[in-house]
Nanobody
Framework: QVQLVESGGGRVQAGGSHRLSCAAS????????MGWFRQAPGKEREYVAV????????YYADSVKGRFTISRDNAKNTVYLQMNSLKPEDTAVYYC????????????????WGQGTQVTVSS
């Protein structure tokens, strides 16, 4: 099975930058989609950014486009989320996810999930 481990959560000042990492291990062969989702207390889990491992194509939620960048390190089987110009509304638990293939539109259709890491943006 695939295991995902997020790291890099913490507290950041508004306007600052931060980077999250997600390392994948286990059965990682094949074509995978990987991405980041987030969930604030009392709110639904939402898509943030995704990347297609096979062709490096990326997609972003409108709320983070231009501020966040998703990237990968193939040798390390790791995906990153670089977060710039952070806002208090970015505060959430951030989850790394992977799909067996493609980029499912709904978070519930993703196959593997990390444990989540808290990002708090203070004003």
């Amino acid at each position: 099975q695939v295991q995902l481990v997020e790291s890099g959560g913490g507290r950041v000042q508004a306007g600052g930058s931060h980077r999250l990492s997600c390392a994948a291990s286990g059965r990682t062969f094949g074509s995978y989609g990987m991405g980041w989702f987030r969930q604030a207390p009392g709110k639904e889990r939402e898509y943030v950014a995704v990347i297609n491992w096979s062709d490096d194509s990326t997609y972003y939620a409108d709320s983070v486009k231009g501020r966040f960048t998703i990237s990968r390190d193939n040798a390390k089987n790791t995906v990153y989320l670089q977060m710039n110009s952070l806002k208090p509304e970015d505060t959430a638990v951030y989850y790394c996810a992977a799909s067996r293939g493609g980029l499912p539109a709904d978070w519930a259709d993703w196959d593997y999930w990390g444990q989540g890491t808290q990002v708090t943006v203070s004003s």
